[in-house]
């Protein structure tokens, strides 16, 4: 019988770490629901953008962003968080150099000039924001962390947090042996 309820749990805990989402319940922000991971190269003192986060406002108030920090960070600082406006016919910005340059294979999205720093930004309901962050590595290995978390306050006070599902790294290495050490 205490094997039977220990295969039980153990199930159930399976079955509750395998239902991962971003959205935790009475949250309003979609950050989306795929796991997964960023390399990018550099090492101890690189600063990288991290660029590929929707971050999609699904409720019916107006948030506030209190913070944003990195979680079981190893290696790497938080430098800056800003979200920028895309409009329809641009894409995420995606991962490159801090701070980023406008180049004609790489533009810079038309509202980078109109970008708000993350932390104090207020969000309306509906409203899709490229989330765009610079990490620091402090490693002359492999610099890492598992998540970046927002933590944010609707208009009656109360705070929610959550987390991206993806796990960034900056590494003097090579991402396929960061991949293979930190299988997804």
Not at 38 to 52: E, I, L
Not at 80 to 89: C, F
Not at 142 to 162: H, L, P, R, W
Request: aromatic share 8%.
């Amino acid at each position: 019988m205490i094997r039977l309820k220990s295969l039980l749990l153990l199930t159930l805990l399976l079955f509750i770490n395998g239902c991962t989402s971003s959205n935790p319940a009475g949250s309003s922000l979609n950050l989306g629901e795929t796991p997964g991971m960023d390399c990018v190269p550099g090492g101890d003192g690189a600063s990288r953008m991290f660029g590929d986060t929707f971050l999609i406002h699904e409720g019916d108030e107006e948030i506030t962003i209190t913070d944003i920090s990195l979680v079981n960070a190893d290696g790497l600082e938080l430098k800056e968080a800003v979200l920028v406006k895309l409009n329809p016919d641009e894409s995420l910005l995606g991962f490159g150099e801090w701070p980023p340059t406008d180049t004609p294979e790489f533009p810079l999205p038309e509202n980078w000039d109109d970008r708000v720093e993350a932390v104090d930004a207020k969000i309306k309901p509906n409203e899709e924001w490229n989330l765009v962050f610079a990490l620091t590595s402090t490693s002359e290995g492999t610099a890492s962390t598992d998540a970046i978390k927002i933590v944010y306050k609707d208009s009656a006070g109360e705070t929610f947090e959550q987390e991206t599902l993806i796990r960034y790294f900056i590494t003097s290495s090579t991402c396929e042996e960061v991949l293979k050490a930190n299988p997804l």
